[in-house]
């Protein structure tokens, strides 16, 4: 199970340190485009292809995770990517965090600690075609739903002649991408439990290739709910609802049950109350931390959501196309290096005479 684990934390690190180099990489590169040109403009820039190859890595590690271990702990352990992009954000990047941040970090690799101490081995249950079909459909009826749901509240914006997003449409968006993400991760479980049942081995890419779909999808809700939304509210939501449904489909379709001792029951039900705490701290910490006395405040030392979220909005095109299959909310990986290249920007205009 530590194994899995830690494979699990390498590929989430890989997927989301490899992003920020890539994002550091494109601000002195010209757009993407199939130019010879420009692709090997992109492939010389040492930031941006250590970027690329992290990412694929990353992602080859989390298949290699979920051949091993049940989605409903490879899934919530892989929400502690944000945690350990801080950290590299901090010691890389030079950025000051708050103490929410540092809260957030400690309580979701407690969470960690928990999973892999609660968790234990299972043995691959058998998977029937009504068990699939019965997710798709909770899946499509449960998008029918949020869509009608969406669609009310924008004909309502729209009669009232309002020009703001409802927070509604915002939680609608991140739910939405959430149990994309989630469903990706339980997908690509699904072809390496075919196989150890018995089924060809062809059903491992065409599992991953489904993923894919599902992850690129994701992105395309979560920038739609970026663009005219708080990247906050959707970050968030997005974040629990992937969690949220890795863990309840790999119960209900793939048939992973909890621990059997009442022990490892608890510590791994504490490890994802804390993997999720300790994610929704580091999406909301900028926020929080307005609550706090002055004097615990460190004077500049983030941005606000306001502008974070104007930030993530300006560039959400340019990742809405990753389609990454053991991705989890990268867009909001991404804070933290556009708010640092904010504050160098500011700084480096200040210095100037």
């Not at 892989?78 to 929410?100: D, Q, T």
């Not at 065409?206 to 894919?212: D, Q």
């Not at 299959?325 to 909001?332: D, N, R």
Request: net charge positive; proline share 3%; with cysteine.
């Amino acid at each position: 199970m530590w194994e899995s684990i830690c494979l699990t934390l390498a590929a989430t690190a890989g997927n989301n340190i490899g992003k920020v180099l890539q994002k550091k990489g494109t601000i002195i590169l010209p757009p993407l485009s199939l130019k010879l040109k420009v692709i090997r403009a992109y492939a010389v820039n040492k930031p941006w292809a250590l970027g690329f190859l992290m990412d694929i890595v990353g992602a080859l590690l989390m298949l290699r995770a979920l051949s091993l271990a049940p989605v409903s702990v490879v899934q919530p352990v892989s929400g502690c990517g944000l945690a350990i992009l801080s950290v590299f954000s901090h010691f890389y990047l030079k950025e000051v965090m708050n103490v929410f941040d540092w809260i957030g970090i400690t309580v979701a690799g407690i969470g960690t600690i928990g999973v892999g101490a609660g968790g234990e081995e299972q043995e691959a249950s058998l998977i029937s075609v009504f068990q699939l079909l019965w997710l798709a459909l909770v899946v499509a009826i449960l998008f029918l739903l949020l869509n009608a749901w969406l669609h009310i509240f924008k004909r309502q914006r729209r009669e009232q002649e309002l020009g703001e997003y409802e927070v509604v449409e915002e939680i609608i968006y991140g739910l939405e991408s959430g149990i994309l993400f989630g469903m990706a991760s339980v997908v690509s479980k699904m072809g390496f439990v075919f196989v150890e049942q018995g089924f060809s081995a062809m059903f491992i890419p065409m599992c991953i290739s489904i993923s894919i779909c599902c992850s690129g999808t994701g992105f395309f809700y979560q920038t739609r709910g970026l663009k005219h939304g708080r990247a906050i509210v959707v970050s968030t939501c997005a974040a629990v609802a992937s969690i949220v449904t890795g863990v309840v489909a790999g119960m209900f379709a793939l048939g992973e049950k909890l621990p059997t001792s009442p022990s490892g029951r608890l510590l791994l039900l504490l490890g994802w109350l804390l993997i999720m705490l300790g994610v929704v701290l580091l999406v909301t910490s900028s926020r929080l931390i307005r609550h706090l006395p002055r004097s615990f405040r460190r004077s500049g030392s983030r941005q606000t959501s306001l502008e974070r979220g104007f930030n993530i909005r300006r560039t959400a095109s340019h990742v809405s196309k990753d389609t990454n299959p053991s991705a989890v909310i990268q867009t909001a990986t991404l804070h933290h290096l556009l708010s640092s290249h904010q504050k160098t920007k500011t700084k480096r205009d200040s210095e100037t005479p």
